[in-house]
């Protein structure tokens, strides 16, 4: 009787999961640079001076950020 219902619970768990699964289903695009969450081609600004002027930045900061403390401590 137990085995009975545990074989009841599991198939109706697995017909409500198959249907849900059904409902949720959608198409995504597939192809080269749909993996990523920004456009590269068509750009107003091409994503190669985006992406070098961003790193850019982040590498320029500790020097601008050294110069500026050796120009307020007047060693400089």
Same mark, same amino acid.
Do not use: W
């Given at each position: 009787?137990?085995?009975?219902?545990?074989?009841?619970?599991? #198939?109706?768990?697995?017909?409500?999961? !198959? =249907?849900?699964?059904?409902?949720?289903?959608?198409?995504?695009?597939?192809? &080269? /640079?749909?993996?990523?969450?920004?456009?590269?081609?068509?750009?107003? #600004?091409?994503?190669?001076?985006?992406? !070098? =002027?961003?790193?850019?930045?982040?590498?320029?900061?500790?020097?601008?950020? &050294? /110069?500026?403390?050796?120009?307020?401590?007047?060693?400089?």
């Amino acid at each position: 009787m137990f085995f009975r219902q545990i074989v009841r619970n599991s #198939i109706r768990q697995s017909q409500r999961t !198959f =249907s849900s699964t059904a409902k949720k289903s959608v198409h995504f695009e597939e192809g &080269v /640079y749909t993996n990523i969450p920004f456009k590269v081609h068509n750009r107003k #600004i091409p994503y190669a001076i985006v992406h !070098f =002027s961003f790193f850019g930045l982040a590498f320029a900061i500790p020097f601008v950020a &050294v /110069y500026v403390q050796l120009k307020r401590s007047g060693a400089f």
